[in-house]
């Protein structure tokens, strides 16, 4: 509990407060400029995501025609007739941020400090291969429902940003479940919504809290590591993860003890490298 109580503390002040930020020195938010290069210039990045949504396609059919699936952890009992639907994430799964963190790059001052504008701005690309998954899922009459923990004051530039890309949406129906308060990070109780009203055949996203609880997933990395092994028979199945290099919880689960400041966290992660 000690190191989740450390994680809780890290999000508070990284997101809140804006500890890691300086337009002075930069050199703390560049350490983040190969991760987004990787994403931003690599046809290897393309070309994973491409392979993941093709193999989401694939297992659509599957999940489709197999009344006894679900993908979901919160679906327990009685949901072989309800309607199939898939449950997506929405940043770094269907819509590519990496602009927005080529600007805290450059400018120095990382999340929040131009987050909503970002938003606003509605101009977030896609991620490679998603487009075709999408139009497929909702061809086979199966329910999109983009959960993400974007707040609700960010719905409208969420939804434009989702129809100038042209992606399934329709604003008749309740098709994106956003993050209702600063700190309710936790998707589950949005997964169990979603599950009571229909069979959820696939979920995909690029953070394990896309799929699991907060509480199973803010822990150490040592321990945290462990659950992709624990969920070994989900990958590929009926879970579908994209690659983030670039943020993330994986990040804040390597500070056991709380940095004190950009100096002490970029010690925290030479001390964690395994040469
Ligand atoms: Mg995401």
């Known amino acids: 509990m000690k190191s989740l109580k450390h994680i809780f503390l890290i999000v ?13 020195d930069k050199s703390f938010q ?21 392979q993941t949504y093709a ?6 059919d599957i999940a489709l025609n197999d009344k006894s699936w679900s993908a979901a952890l919160e679906q327990i009992d009685d949901f072989q007739d309800k309607q199939p639907a898939i449950i997506i994430d929405v940043d770094e799964t269907v819509l590519d941020n990496s602009n927005f963190q080529s600007r805290t790059i450059l400018s120095g001052l990382s999340y929040p400090n131009g987050w909503k ?25 199966v329910a999109i429902y983009y959960l993400t923990n974007r707040l609700e004051s960010l719905r409208e530039g969420t939804i434009k940003n989702l129809i100038n890309l042209g992606l399934p949406f329709d604003k008749n129906k309740n098709m994106l479940l956003m993050r209702k308060e600063e700190n ?9 919504h979603i599950a009571n009203k229909n069979r959820i055949l696939l979920v995909i996203g690029d953070q ?16 945290r ?19 983030n290099p670039t943020y993330g919880r994986w990040e804040l689960s390597i500070y056991e003890d709380f940095p004190e400041s950009e100096e002490e966290a970029i010690e925290i992660r030479k001390d964690t490298l395994v040469p």
Request: hydrophobic share 40%; glycine share 4%; net charge negative.
């Open 225 to 243: 590591k462990k659950l992709a092994e624990k969920y070994s028979e989900m990958w590929g199945t009926k879970w579908f993860l994209i690659t």
């Open 117 to 141: 504008e970002w938003v606003d701005e509605a101009k977030a690309g896609e991620v490679a291969g998603v487009r075709d998954f999408l139009y497929l899922a909702e061809e086979k009459g």
């Open 12 to 24: 508070f002040i990284i997101y809140s407060n804006n500890f890691f930020s300086s337009e002075e």
């Open 208 to 223: 394990l809290t896309d799929f699991i609880s907060t509480d199973e997933a803010y822990i150490y990395h040592k321990e």
């Open 30 to 50: 560049e350490q983040s400029m190969l991760s987004v290069l990787f994403v931003q210039t690599s046809a290897e990045f393309a070309a994973n995501n491409i």
């Open 55 to 60: 193999n989401a396609s694939k297992a659509l």
């Open 184 to 192: 309710s990070r936790d998707k589950t109780e949005r997964r169990k």
